[in-house]
């Protein structure tokens, strides 16, 4: 399968821990988004790489989040002291830098704290 | 004014029917506008890039209009397997410059026998 990954599918943790998500994205691909989607609401811009460069961030990222992607390939979202808002499907996408490209998604890490 | 606003849904129609789900934009500097389709708990899959001249991929047509920020999806005899979320996806300049893609809530579309 040549398509985006997510890892893990599914992550259940309790309030307060941290939790990290990892992203494979389409190999010739050089950006990579990362989406926060609940139920009934679209998905939400969280943060975006140009190869290795987080060259975006949403004002609405708070601090106990952190996106890396360090050889411009994989990315991981880290996820610090984790609240029950936070429980939501977390969506990475990932496109060539090209106008009218499209995006192709990951099947997205679902996140439940409790 | 939300940057990417979209019809609430849903909307219920029977087989046959003909839909059109609407969509506008705040930021007049955006550069491409997609229709992504959106299964229940499935991730969001591109249905049809929208093109300034408007384009047409089988049932579906795609309009846009610069002027008015203004994009559309019409469905043609739809189907039952066309019940989904069709989410509005505009490239837009974020707050470093750089542009992303930014969707709409989504507008669910029921299609029933």
């Known amino acids: 399968d040549t398509g985006v990954s997510q890892d893990p599918r599914h992550k259940i943790t309790k309030r307060g821990q941290n939790v990290t998500f990892r992203c494979d994205p389409i190999?010739?691909?050089?950006?990579l988004y990362w989406y926060r989607q609940t139920l009934g609401q679209g998905p939400e811009f969280l943060t975006y790489?140009?190869?290795?460069?987080?060259?975006?961030k949403s004002r609405l990222l708070s601090d106990r989040f952190s996106a890396e992607r360090p050889k411009g390939s994989f990315s991981t979202l880290e996820i610090q002291r984790t609240e029950q808002g936070d429980s939501a499907m977390y969506l990475c996408?990932?496109?060539?830098?090209?106008?009218?490209?499209?995006?192709?998604f990951g099947q997205g890490t679902r996140l439940t704290v409790v | 004014r939300k940057e990417v606003e979209q019809d609430p849904g849903p909307f219920n129609v029977p087989e046959g029917a003909t839909v059109a789900f609407n969509c506008t934009y705040s930021?007049?500097?955006?550069?491409?506008f997609f229709w992504y389709r959106q299964d229940c708990r499935k991730e969001p899959k591109l249905l049809m890039s929208?093109?300034?001249s408007g384009n047409e991929d089988g049932r579906f047509t795609a309009q846009l209009n610069r002027a008015s920020q203004y994009i559309s999806l019409l469905i043609r005899d739809s189907k039952l397997s066309d019940s989904a979320t069709y989410l509005c996806?505009?490239?837009?300049?974020?707050?470093?410059?750089?542009?992303?893609?930014?969707f709409g809530k989504g507008t669910m579309l029921l299609v029933s026998p």
């Open positions: 996408a990932s496109s060539l830098v090209r106008v009218n490209t499209e995006a192709f």
């Open positions: 190999s010739e691909h050089n950006r």
């Open positions: 790489f140009q190869n290795e460069a987080q060259l975006e």
């Open positions: 930021n007049s500097a955006s550069q491409s």
């Open positions: 929208v093109y300034s």
């Open positions: 996806v505009v490239f837009f300049p974020g707050n470093s410059g750089y542009s992303t893609l930014t």
